[in-house]
């Protein structure tokens, strides 16, 4: 199994650029979901999503677009980036809703770099 | 409002010597889940608690859940340099939600 991985490492926009992070789990895991990490921060929900064609907004989802069409893909769409839009993005992915456990497994991240 | 606060934010200790971060959350769930974080890496799970007295152990690390004062503690005992990380604690917004809120983390430094 490769886990959770996303696409591509490492990306720098100009302000106005959009452009879709993509991630992808071979767990068969229903739970996916979207995070950024600021420096001195934990981890903020962007966008998450409990099965296919299902998404919910997290805690900072201004800017950000997903959609869910398969259980393996959540892509994450930036439509006009923002130098605020600075940051790692991490994807994950947990077992359904209603595990006991919930145990989350993360991507490695994309460090994004807005000008 | 929904917040999951640690404390300290940073932490210096030698090897050898035993300490304690504390992680207090608001959010309606009991369930409360440690990460470590390696810099420029991703996130790795430690521990998952699960209800009220729940303790965990791995190796140095140890994990106690209190939910009558909302509180999980992460122990380390005779710290070794190769635990110096970033550790985050989470909880879930409630038991019927996966938005997921975490702690600003606490950025351990072990020294010889």
């Known amino acids: 199994n490769a886990g959770v991985t996303q696409t591509p490492k490492f990306q720098v926009l100009k302000t106005g650029q959009s452009m879709t992070l993509q991630c992808a789990q071979d767990m068969n895991h229903e739970y996916m979901s979207w995070y950024r990490q600021d420096p001195g921060m934990g981890l903020r929900l962007i966008h998450y999503s409990v099965g296919a064609g299902i998404t919910d907004q997290g805690e900072v989802p201004n800017g950000y677009n997903v959609s869910r069409s398969t259980t393996e893909d959540f892509p994450l769409r930036l439509l006009s980036a923002a130098p605020s839009q600075t940051s790692v993005y991490f994807c994950a992915s947990s077992h359904p809703l209603g595990e006991p456990s919930y145990e989350q497994y993360f991507g490695p991240g994309t460090r994004l770099t807005v000008t | 409002e929904l917040k999951v606060e640690q404390n300290p934010l940073f932490l210096s200790m030698q090897e050898g010597k035993n300490y304690t971060i504390y992680c207090n959350y608001s959010?309606?769930?009991?369930?409360l889940y440690w990460y470590r974080q390696d810099p420029g890496k991703s996130l790795e799970s430690l521990f998952v608690?699960?209800?009220?007295?729940a303790v965990k152990q791995e190796g140095r690390l140890m994990a106690s859940l209190d939910t009558k004062a909302r509180l999980s503690t992460l122990h380390i005992t005779a710290a070794v340099h190769d635990l110096s990380a970033t550790y985050f604690c989470a909880g879930r917004r409630d038991d019927n939600n996966n938005d997921m809120r975490f702690g600003a983390g606490t950025r351990l430094t072990v020294k010889p």
């Open positions: 959010t309606t769930s009991d369930r």
């Open positions: 608690l699960l209800s009220n007295g």
